[in-house]
């Protein structure tokens, strides 16, 4: 069983996404030892980019931030290796493929792996062009996570289900990260058309923003994902560590709670 398998092994997974570089990544390598320290099963890390088309303005502006603070994939993947042995939750990039391009497909598999990357995100990539990342990737044991939509078809959700390793990544609404989702009744039907099609663990993002949002959501799935109301509730905090511990500390024992709640 791999990191990302166990993470949901038993219970309810938490996963949490900031961005790498906001506001440096000594903070951002802070950051995510505390939270592994909190609780949090799954490390989602954003690599900054100028036009995050499935972001909303909160993961926007951070992505601004860390780019002026000079951060590149090649220095995130370095602060990154720098931590291995440091961290127990599995560690997931979530990115563009513009960057990875730039950096060049081969080299970032093989970086990422060395790095210890469990898994990558790539929201921008369609499905049917993915086989060459998704390959190389799972070449070097890292998974290739892949994501499902509410209107994602019957014939989409099978192939997707059959490609997938490590979770499926479930978008609660259509629309960006950040965005509030307008009600929870028809997050019950739609992990079960989903679920029809796989044993993945299923985990829930976009729009769970509160504690009872993130229990609501963990009723009904493997796990909940939290970005952009981290990164909000951290934002003027700054680079100061105490007033980061405090505010993390506390964000994420209540997301915990909650989701631990739901089990």
Do not use: W
């Amino acid at each position: 069983m791999n990191g990302i398998a166990q993470a949901f092994d038993g219970k309810k997974a938490l996963i949490t996404y900031i961005t790498a570089g906001d506001p440096d990544l000594d903070t951002t390598a802070f950051l995510l030892k505390l939270l592994d320290e909190s609780g949090v099963d799954i490390l989602e890390v954003g690599i900054p980019f100028s036009d995050p088309l499935a972001d909303g303005p909160v993961i926007q502006q951070a992505g601004q931030r860390a780019l002026k603070s000079g951060t590149t994939l090649k220095k995130l993947l370095a602060m990154l290796a720098s931590l291995k042995g440091e961290i127990k939750a599995p560690l997931v990039l979530m990115g563009y493929m513009n960057s990875l391009l730039a950096y060049g497909l081969e080299t970032f598999a093989k970086d990422a792996a060395e790095a210890g990357v469990a898994g990558v995100i790539v929201p921008d990539l369609p499905f049917h062009q993915s086989e060459e990342l998704a390959g190389l990737l799972r070449a070097r044991g890292v998974d290739f996570i892949l994501m499902v939509t509410p209107n994602s078809t019957p014939e989409r959700l099978k192939a997707i289900a059959e490609k997938a390793t490590g979770f499926l990544y479930c978008v609660s609404l259509l629309g960006v990260t950040g965005a509030e989702e307008k009600g929870s009744e028809h997050l019950e039907e739609y992990l079960r058309r989903v679920r029809a099609n796989t044993n993945l663990p299923l985990a829930v993002g976009f729009g769970v923003s509160t504690p009872q949002r993130a229990k609501t959501a963990a009723q009904v799935a493997d796990g909940v994902i939290v970005g952009s109301a981290l990164i909000s509730a951290l934002e003027p905090c700054g680079a100061d560590r105490k007033r980061l511990e405090a505010t993390a500390t506390e964000f994420i024992g209540a997301l915990r709670a909650a989701v631990d709640s739901a089990g």
